[in-house]
């Protein structure tokens, strides 16, 4: 049974286009991370979402990107106007039950922008 | 900047034939080294978390060791379902940012 649920499995978009990815938790979580990873290449930090907001986050997660908890349990990324780029399998993650530094990764969404 | 850098890229085994995978790592203040597979198409399965030089965990046919600059994963007798790419990641600071390598793929053959 996942740790987190993620949704859609797959999308696909057109360059230009917002999409909007989900991320479910199994059980109540303050912290929520989010990963992506280009095909081939290493799975890469984003943002770290910690009691409704932004904790930290690296140079990849410019303003085209946003994420929110807009109804106090699912946790959305917002991609803007999306680029070929952004193409690559998008992961939601929390922390383990012991505190002990290990994340949770859910099993993804794969963004195709054409 | 954390360096990750895991060796090597790819691994073919025979069913049975045991090795080990290594992940070099440059951190200041190491809050901990973690194990992950990662099937195609799918997300990072947690396996082990190493905190200390000289730290082990075992689970199944997989070994991880850890010193002070790198970390094996031995597979011992491995089977085809062992096949998976294994990725590593380090910790530093108190958050859960995680800072990956490029993995290593390993592949079984019956």
């Known amino acids: 049974e996942p740790e987190v649920t993620q949704t859609p499995s797959h999308q696909v978009t057109q360059m230009g286009q917002e999409v909007i990815l989900r991320c479910v938790p199994i059980?109540?979580?303050?912290?929520f991370y989010w990963y992506r990873q280009i095909l081939g290449q290493k799975v890469e930090f984003l943002v770290s979402f910690y009691n409704n907001e932004i904790s930290e986050k690296s140079e990849i997660f410019d303003d085209q990107f946003s994420v929110e908890r807009p109804d106090g349990s699912n946790f959305t990324l917002k991609i803007r106007s999306t680029k070929l780029e952004d193409s690559a399998m998008y992961f939601c993650?929390?922390?383990?039950?012991?505190?002990?530094?290990?994340?949770?990764f859910g099993e993804g969404s794969r963004l195709t922008v054409l | 900047e954390d360096q990750v850098t895991q060796s090597p890229e790819a691994l073919r085994l025979q069913e049975g034939e045991s090795s080990s995978l290594n992940c070099s790592y440059t951190?200041?203040?190491?809050?901990?080294l973690f194990w992950y597979r990662q099937d195609p198409g799918k997300g990072p399965e947690f396996l082990f978390t190493l905190y200390s030089a000289g730290e082990e965990k075992e689970k199944e046919r997989l070994k991880a060791t850890l010193t002070k600059k790198e970390s094996f994963l031995h597979i011992t007798a491995p089977k085809p379902e062992d096949s998976a790419t294994y990725l590593c990641?380090?910790?530093?600071?108190?958050?859960?940012?995680?800072?990956f390598g490029a993995g290593t793929t390993v592949t079984v053959r019956a």
């Open positions: 951190v200041s203040g190491l809050r901990g």
């Open positions: 993650a929390r922390p383990g039950p012991t505190n002990t530094g290990e994340l949770f």
């Open positions: 990641a380090v910790r530093r600071g108190d958050d859960y940012k995680l800072s």
């Open positions: 059980s109540n979580h303050l912290y």
